[in-house]
């Protein structure tokens, strides 16, 4: 019965009259199977060629193309950096402040925490206006902080203690700001850095056109 069965079907059990395309996916079949028996796992070929490929552009190509982009990198750093930093900032700082307002004037009072914070309040954001070169931006928002209380004076508003906190501290710093122009007013070396209508020296110039050059 058997073998009348292969006489019938003689491709049936894959012998000499087997055709072409049984044999062919028997084959496949049989190499995919040694594969997962290996336990192997398919190559990334895309993701390591393009991981070496950063690696080689960002590590050895940067300083290349630092040499012609200097300029570029420095324009970005102190200028076009500082502003899309700082002009959120203030912002921030500004749209807060406008919020710092009640009608009951015993509430417009500071506690004795935040007088303690006054002083490096205002010490740090005249370290922020002069390092950063951000004088503009640093005296138009207190002119727009000082028109906002008076504005809302008329309104009998008050500030809080944070909001008196927030202004304090620019006062502070407006002062701290104009000390230090008084004090570096005829200053050659820097008067020659800064050439500009408003002067306003940075703390890092001065220390090393003036300490760090003595040692």
């Known amino acids: 019965m058997e073998a009348a069965a292969r006489r019938r079907h003689p491709g049936a059990a894959g012998g000499p009259g087997a055709q072409p395309g049984a044999s062919f996916l ?23 060629f393009y991981f070496t490929l950063q ?50 004037k015993a509430e417009s009072s500071m506690p004795g925490a935040a007088l303690l914070l006054v002083v490096p309040s205002g010490l740090y954001y005249w370290y922020l206006v002069t390092e950063g070169q951000i004088f503009i931006l640093f005296i138009f928002t207190s002119f727009a902080m000082l028109a906002l209380v008076l504005h809302q004076k008329r309104k009998r508003l008050f500030l809080d203690s ?54």
């Not at 028997?26 to 390591?48: C, I, M, N, Y």
């Not at 200097?70 to 919020?99: A, K, T």
Request: contains cysteine.
């Open 26 to 48: 028997q084959a496949r079949h049989s190499s995919v199977k040694a594969d997962e028996a290996a336990g192997t796992a398919p190559f990334h070929l895309d993701l390591w």
């Open 55 to 104: 690696n080689w552009v960002l590590d050895f190509g940067r300083p290349i193309a630092m040499i012609d982009s200097f300029e570029l990198l420095y324009y970005y750093d102190e200028y076009l950096g500082h502003s899309m930093w700082y002009i959120p900032f203030f912002l921030i700082l500004f749209m807060y402040f406008s919020g710092c307002f009640t009608p009951t």
């Open 162 to 215: 944070n909001g008196l906190f927030l202004f304090y501290s620019f006062a502070l710093t407006l002062l701290l700001v104009a000390l230090w122009v008084a004090w570096l007013w005829n200053d050659p070396v820097l008067r020659k850095k800064y050439p500009g209508v408003i002067y306003v020296p940075e703390p890092w110039a001065f220390y090393t056109l003036h300490v760090s050059s003595q040692h």
